[in-house]
């Protein structure tokens, strides 16, 4: 579309000691190929090292002596943007070539409130079953006419739609979704527009995704009205898919668990329900070990199909360990807005 007209578009970027990735990111997203005007704000949350990374690359930015957490990191970067579109994205993620144009041509839509982008954390990788399941999911609510699936690693929002985040709310991704369709706007999907994140640990994925869960949990309790009948689609698409997972999926598996071990020695069923929990999570440790392997782009090697089969088992009982996990958090009052992060 090179006739159209592009609008202006302020790239948030919220950082805590990511002095080490910074230029690599407004690097990325200067040369991100997007035809408007384009403003990069870095907001350094109480982090002066950071700070003086990001100005030494001439970009703006907003920097405290404390730091507040990522949803007020973004509360104070909504607020000095200057332009009708602001895109949030992290500071340890590089996009795809075009991802930034590919979001905005959403806002054509004038009954769409934000673009929700991709998130991938290796491409094809050690969670690309997961990450495909996410992606499918979000298709079908676009489809259906909106998704809360927003990721906080890439998302457009128009500016006037933003209200302040609470200051105990930590998943800023989903509390801004819910507010916006609460308003009458849809949120779309853009599964082109891609930020890809190095692989992690499955400690550092336990820790975060427990927390996050935890946090979530916490969003839905205090948005309980978005649950009712008469908020339509987004009802169906928090008990089914939010509520169900965080909660009754992961007991009923532990139940099932509890079960089979109580019934291990009579019967057949029980002991190869166990052995394939066991061949699961010992695939996942093996595919763990490995992950060095990963090429420079975060790719694992190609395995064996059986291999491959037995880790993607792994992952789903990983996934539903850590939901337990972060229903265990919320049930004990994790309310965490700020947690330790890699110096990056």
């Not at 839509?109 to 991709?118: H, L, M, N």
């Amino acid at each position: 579309m090179k006739d159209r007209t592009w609008p202006d578009v302020t790239v948030v970027v919220p950082a805590y000691r990511e002095a080490g990735v910074i230029a690599r990111k407004l690097d990325d997203v200067r040369t991100n190929g997007y035809q408007g005007r384009l403003a990069i704000l870095v907001v350094a949350d109480g982090d002066p090292e950071t700070a003086a990374a990001a100005e030494s690359c001439g970009v703006r930015v907003l920097s405290g002596p404390d730091r507040l957490g990522k949803s007020q990191a973004l509360n104070r970067g909504f607020a000095a943007a200057d332009t009708h579109i602001v895109i949030m994205s992290d500071a340890n993620n590089r996009l795809t070539q075009g991802a930034l144009s590919a979001l905005v041509e959403h806002f054509d839509d004038p009954e769409v409130g934000a673009v929700a982008g991709e998130k991938l954390e290796a491409d094809d990788g050690r969670e690309g079953l997961y990450w495909k399941f996410e992606s499918w999911l979000k298709q079908r609510e676009d489809q259906l006419g909106t998704t809360i699936g927003l990721v906080g690693e890439l998302a457009a929002i128009r500016a006037d739609l933003w209200r302040p985040i609470p200051e105990d709310v930590a998943i800023d991704d989903l509390w801004t979704a819910l507010d916006i369709v609460e308003r009458g706007y849809r949120v779309a999907y853009e599964p082109t527009a891609r930020a890809f994140e190095p692989p992690t640990t499955l400690a550092l994925q336990w820790e975060r995704r427990t927390r996050t869960i935890a946090g979530a949990l916490h969003v839905i309790a205090r948005r309980g009205r978005q649950l009712r009948p008469s908020a339509g689609l987004v009802a169906a698409e928090l008990w089914g898919h939010r509520l169900v997972r965080y909660t009754l999926s992961p007991v009923s598996h532990a139940a099932l668990l509890v079960l089979a071990g109580a019934k291990v020695r009579t019967s057949v069923l029980a002991r190869a329900f166990l052995l394939a929990h066991l061949c699961a999570c010992a695939g996942l440790l093996v595919e763990g070990r490995s992950a060095g392997s990963a090429d420079e782009k975060g790719v694992v090697s190609s395995r064996h199909p059986v291999m491959r089969a037995v880790t993607a088992s792994g992952h789903v009982v990983f996934l539903q360990a850590v939901a337990m996990g972060g229903l265990v958090r919320y049930l004990g009052g994790d309310r965490q807005t700020k947690w330790s992060t890699p110096r990056r």
